[in-house]
């Protein structure tokens, strides 16, 4: 065996290994993209079967010129009345949905809207995730 054959076979060796190394990793990080979207798909089914009526107001506020720039908002009774607000926002109403202290326990949890409140009146910062999936765009993974 000489030297030059050596060589060749060692560097087909490596080169083969690295290819090999770089397409297995390639199809793992595609299969776990893939296997993200499917999980968030799951969560937003899970919180539009479980509040409907809640979900297509919010996507009818967010559907509006002025409310697709809007990132946050306040739950409270319909009959109170908001002081000062630091920036534009929605409001959701108790009265009008019983179940939305669990809705914002879910979307919490979910990931799509985040406890930022100041003091009394619960107020939430919505995800861009969220807009996206009221707004019906393409999710990004």
Excluded: C
């Amino acid at each position: 065996m000489d030297i030059v054959s050596l060589g060749v076979g060692l560097v087909i060796g490596v080169v083969t290994g690295a290819a090999g190394a770089y397409l297995a990793d390639k199809f793992t990080d595609d299969r776990r993209r893939r296997q993200l979207v499917h999980q968030e798909d799951k969560k937003w089914k899970d919180v539009e079967d479980r509040f409907p009526k809640l979900i297509a107001e919010m996507r009818s506020d967010f559907s509006t010129p002025d409310g697709r720039n809007v990132r946050a908002f306040f739950i409270k009774t319909s009959n109170t009345v908001m002081g000062f607000v630091s920036e534009p926002s929605f409001e959701y109403h108790t009265d009008k949905h019983p179940d939305l202290r669990p809705a914002m326990l879910l979307l919490i949890e979910h990931g799509f809207i985040s406890d930022i409140t100041p003091a009394g009146t619960p107020m939430y910062r919505v995800h861009e995730k969220l807009v996206d999936r009221l707004l019906e765009r393409e999710a990004k993974a």
